[in-house]
């Protein structure tokens, strides 16, 4: 009888509790059904990355591979000429050998006629006559070897060898593209406290620099940046593929770049890409892409001495290189910018006498 109740009392039990278990069972369900959705959801949206990406890089394949191609082509008709060059010289010198051969040769055979001739006068039977014809035979017989005109025979290899890697390198400046791209500064832009060599190729920093006091009358530059220490570029891209070299040396702090022409030149309350700055800058000991909302640490095996900037109009994107190595540093995407993008500098404060050098544009020769 006991144990009869405490089953009783346990079925009791279990049966009021079952439909609130059951509703949490369904409330389960409901949740892990979301969840099922969501994990889906994520599933098709990484198989549409994951083909938008395979071709991204098929693209980029195909790119890679015409690049290279154009090489190709521009070595393979270097070569052509140079071969074609070879060839003809060396047809030019055999021919003047074998033509110099051809008049010694028959030289050669008009002597050894007049020997036979002496030796046959030698052979006949002593007479009068004889002695007249050997006479004249003597007479005509003054002749000598006459080597003709010398063919410089010396292979110089110089002029077809050479330095023909260098030389091919400077022929390729002509099918490189983007092409090295000459930028200058805008002296009309730069911060009074910023000082340009005369080429304008060359800015920095000046904490002491006397400025001249500006007439009450005449409104200020709005041209000129006049909070943060920085120089726009005097060129202005908007289409097209664009590639430069700026040196920073050991300086400790710099920034360098492309802008928005209609970049603020005062404060901003950010400095990044959502106000129309595409930069890398070297602030505390670190490389930084001057991103938004907050700058993203760029890894560096050895810190760069001179940054290449390309700007591609057509794809939207700016990407900075160490121009020692051409290893890739960062790139940027843009949006569609429907103002010229103008380079940008920031060879930043003095840092207590640490950061005295300058920005230097530098043009690679080829």
């Known amino acids: 009888m006991y ?31 979301h969840e099922v959705d969501e994990c889906w959801e994520a599933e098709r949206e990484t198989y549409i990355w994951s083909v938008d990406v395979e071709r991204c890089f098929d693209h980029l394949e195909r790119e890679v591979r015409a690049e290279f191609q154009n090489l190709h082509r521009f070595l393979d008709e270097e070569e052509t000429m140079d071969m074609e060059r070879l060839k003809k010289e060396k047809e030019k010198r ?15 055979r008009d002597l050894e006629r007049g020997i036979a001739t002496l ?37 110089r290899s110089a002029h077809f060898v050479g330095p023909i890697q260098y030389r091919i390198w400077k022929h390729m400046k002509s099918c490189l593209y983007p092409n090295i791209t000459e930028v200058t500064f805008d002296p009309e832009t730069a911060h009074p406290l ?60 710099w920034r360098l770049g492309v802008a928005r022409e209609d970049v603020h030149r005062g404060e901003m309350d950010s400095s990044g890409t959502s106000n129309g700055l ?11 892409a001057c991103t938004d909302p907050k700058p993203t640490k760029v890894p560096v095996s050895i810190r760069p001495v001179r940054i290449g900037v390309f700007l591609d109009c ?3 994107e700016v990407a ?20 010229p993008l103008i380079p940008f ?16 544009l530098f043009s690679p020769s080829i």
């Open 314 to 316: 057509e794809k939207e």
């Open 3 to 33: 144990k009869n109740h405490i089953k009783d009392t346990n079925n009791n039990y279990n049966k009021s509790l079952l439909p609130d278990h059951k509703e949490k069972l369904i409330q389960a369900i409901k949740r892990i059904k």
């Open 119 to 155: 030796n046959n006068k030698l052979a006949e039977e002593d007479s009068p006559k004889l002695l007249k014809e050997i006479q004249d035979l003597l007479k005509r017989c003054q002749v000598a070897f006459i080597p003709p005109p010398q063919v410089d025979v010396e292979v």
């Open 194 to 253: 910023l000082t340009l060599s005369p080429s304008c190729t060359s800015v920095w920093f000046e904490e002491d620099k006397v400025i001249p006091k500006a007439s009450e009358e005449e409104p200020p530059n709005p041209r000129c940046f006049h909070y943060y220490y920085s120089v726009m570029g005097r060129e202005g891209f908007i289409t097209g593929r664009h590639y430069w070299e700026v040196e920073v040396g050991h300086k400790t702090a």
């Open 94 to 108: 055999v021919k003047l050998l074998r033509e110099r051969e051809k008049k010694i040769a028959m030289q050669g």
């Open 320 to 339: 900075f290189y160490n121009a020692v190595t051409m290893t890739p540093l960062y790139t940027f995407s843009m949006e569609t910018v429907f103002v």
């Open 345 to 360: 500098y920031n060879p930043c404060d003095t840092d207590d006498g640490r950061n005295l050098g300058p920005l230097n």
């Open 278 to 288: 595409w930069t890398l800058s070297l602030k505390g000991g670190a490389i930084l």
